[in-house]
Every structure is written in C-alpha cells, then in structure tokens.
C-alpha cells in the first residue's frame, strides 16, 4: 500500500467528494457500474490538477488511509492515472497521452551524474524507444534532464503539469525544454536516474509494441515474452549511450513503462543494489574483508504504535566496534509491510522471499555472518541538520552513522 503524507490537511468539500466516489467505485457491483464511479472520480481529479489543487487529494487520501484500504487504494490509482496521463483534442483530432519513466539503476564510489542531456543524445534515444518499446504510429518528446529521485515532480499536480507541457511539445513539434532550478543531488554509493518522455497516439491505439494491435517481428509470442525481449534489446542497444551520461558507474537499465510503475520499479530494484554497493565500498576503502564488517538491522515505523514496518536500516560497523559507520535504507512497498518476517525455510526464490529474507541473503552473498537483527520496532528518526537517518547500533541506540576520522578520502563527497 503507498502511504500519504504525514501532514495533516485540511479536510475540504472536495476532499469529502473524492472520498466518497472512492468509496462507490470501491463497492460497485458491475464492471458498467464501475466504469461510471471511475468517469465521475476522474471529471473531479482533472479539475483540481488542472487548477493545481493538491491540498484536497492529499487530505482525502489521509482521510482514507488509517481504515478503508480498497478506497485508498482506488483513489491513489485514480490520481496517478489522471496525472500521468490523459486524452487531448488537438486539431479535431482526439489524442491519448502518457508519461513514462526510464529507470536507471547507477553504482560508484564516485558521484552519480544528472542534469542536461545533449541534443544528439536526445534523438539517438528517442531513435531507441521507437525501436525497441513502442508501437506504430507513437509521437514522442524526451526531457532533456537526467532526473535524480529528489528531482523528479513533486506532486501529482506538478506530474500533470509535465505531462501537459510534454504534450503540448509533441503535438507542436516544439522542443522540451530542460527542468528549471533542479535541487542539488545528495550523494550516494547506488542510486536511480530516470529518463522521462511523454508518448501521444491517435485514441484508441496502442502505445507500446507488446499491446494487442502493435505490429512486431514477434507477434505471435505472449505480452510477458514480447516485453522481456523489448527489455533485453532495450538494454543491449541503449547501455552504452547511457553509459556516456554516467561517466564511471556500473548501470543497470529497467523497462521505460508509465510513470509511477516504472518509479516504484527503480525504488525497488536500486535496495539490493545498495547493500551490495555499501560491502563492497566499506571494503575496499577500509581496507578489510567483508567477513570483517557487522551489520545491525532495525525495524523503523511512521507510526511505531500501529506495529507496521515502514522500512529496515541496516547498519554497519567495523568488528565488535559499537560505532555506526555507514547505513542503507531498505524500504517496504506494497504486500511487503504484511510479510516482513523471516519463514523457518529461507526462500531462494527473489520473487517469494520476504523483505528481511532478501536482507540476510544479501548480506550473506556479500561475505557478511556477523548480523544482527534488534526485535524492537523504532521511529523513523532523521538528522536536523543534514537529513540523515538514524540507525540504531548493536544496543539499540539511534545513532548518525560516522565513518572513521582516519578513512581515505573516496571520489565524492560525503555518504550517508
């Protein structure tokens, strides 16, 4: 389940309105019946991100969360549909409209780029994208920005707002122009950069090569076959030219697929990336074996209260040393905060193993035995002063995590 924010909100009429078409489509009782809750949910949600009315989506959403799971659920995939895509009359002509997300799976002990992409590069990756993932007939515009996470729309609101820009752009054979006043990036040994496009075809036609009425050289093979071969071209033809952007990093590239998927896809992917990233890191630059590092895993909740699990970090530190010198966060998504606890026969299967299960696989992958798991469910706490999480250490304490005074400086800044 994706959680809204913890900020309380003002409870509006039309944060009441969106919880009870919510609530409807929740509880119809035919597909027809359904179609009719979901038009009306749509009609209100496209009022108020057109008008850039976050406030009420946000509060209705809250509203929902604590207790009616169906409804949150329905209204929070309502509002990513409206915001990342939608359908345009331009010239007589009616439009369907889509903002997809290329994900990047990038590792270093040096800095992650992200910023402007040349012009030249721009079109030999549109090139790619008709190439290998879209259908027939699809007209595209690529922003031409590297996004880190923290860099991407803030909002589903300002999400309609690049999707429209994007839109308009392709339709008027105009130019993307490049994301204004982007924030600083924070530091990290993995991380994910997307590319970001938005696709316009005729209504009613398909958008990627595995839809139904897509022409392929494989139009026989199952959807699930034609996107993992689309996902392997895509990654053979595309990897170098990313690599160009991403000067010294190890890269992994995920399927471009529609927006808020292929976002939580790369939150996902970039977890075990991390830790094998941070072993490796810690390593070498302390000059030590795996087998020499101990890692505490804590259990960290939003609500600590309601006994669900929001996210593992995992910290580590150097022998029987108490110190926390480095951490990873490893968050929960979806089904994930319901099975969150270690089965007495540890799953080899990533696809049916639990979150701390890949955890403690991980790590033991890494040459890490020296592990600890604390019982005690936190709260998610964060430094005042740079944001940094807190882990806790081999008692229990909330610490900041400090790497020895005595480390060799690395390639970039400081990690957290």
Not at 368 to 393: K, T, V, W
Request: charged residues 20%; contains cysteine.
């Amino acid at each position: 389940m994706r959680r809204p924010s913890k900020t309380p909100r003002k409870f509006s009429t039309d944060s009441h309105r969106l919880t009870e078409l919510a609530q409807a489509l929740v509880l119809a009782s035919s597909r027809m019946e359904q179609r009719a809750w979901e038009h009306e949910l749509d009609i209100h949600l496209n009022k108020l991100l057109k008008s850039h009315h976050q406030e009420p989506i946000d509060s209705a959403l809250e509203q929902l969360f604590p207790d009616q799971a169906d409804a949150y659920d329905a209204l929070m995939d309502a509002v990513e549909a409206c915001s990342e895509s939608s359908t345009i009359e331009h010239d007589g002509v009616s439009y369907d409209t889509l903002l997809i997300a290329m994900p990047i799976l990038a590792w270093t002990r040096f800095s992650i780029a992200a910023g402007a992409i040349p012009p030249d590069m721009i079109a030999t990756l549109s090139s790619h994208l008709h190439a290998h993932i879209l259908a027939p007939d699809v007209r595209v515009a690529l922003s031409p920005t590297l996004y880190a996470i923290d860099q991407l729309p803030r909002s589903h609101a300002d999400t309609y707002t690049l999707m429209h820009r994007m839109t308009i752009a392709v339709l008027t054979g105009n130019a993307v122009s490049s994301a204004p006043n982007a924030p600083e990036t924070a530091p990290f040994l993995a991380d994910t950069r997307y590319l970001l496009a938005t696709l316009v075809v005729p209504s009613g036609r398909p958008l990627f090569c595995w839809q139904p009425g897509a022409a392929t050289t494989v139009s026989n093979a199952s959807s699930a076959m034609k996107k993992a071969i689309a996902l392997e071209h895509w990654q053979a033809q595309v990897t170098p030219n990313v690599s160009r952007l991403l000067p010294g990093c190890g890269i992994d590239l995920l399927l471009p697929e529609a927006y808020f998927v292929a976002c939580r896809e790369g939150d996902k992917q970039i977890r075990p990336v991390s830790l094998r990233a941070a072993s490796y890191y810690l390593a070498t630059t302390l000059e030590i074996e795996s087998k020499d590092l101990h890692v505490t895993i804590g259990r960290f909740s939003e609500q600590p209260e309601s006994n669900r699990v929001d996210e593992y970090r995992i910290g580590f530190s150097v022998g029987q040393t108490p110190d926390i010198i480095y951490g990873v966060v490893w968050p929960l998504y979806g089904q994930e905060e319901a099975t969150e606890e270690v089965t007495s026969v540890v799953a080899t299967d990533t696809e049916t193993q639990t979150p701390l299960e890949q955890i403690l696989l991980l790590l033991r992958e890494c040459g890490i035995n020296d592990i600890q798991r604390h019982d005690e469910l936190f709260a998610m706490e964060f430094c005042d002063d740079c944001g940094s999480p807190f882990y806790a250490d081999p008692e229990g304490e909330l610490v900041h995590p400090e790497m020895p005074e005595d480390t060799p400086p690395s390639g970039s800044a400081h990690f957290h």
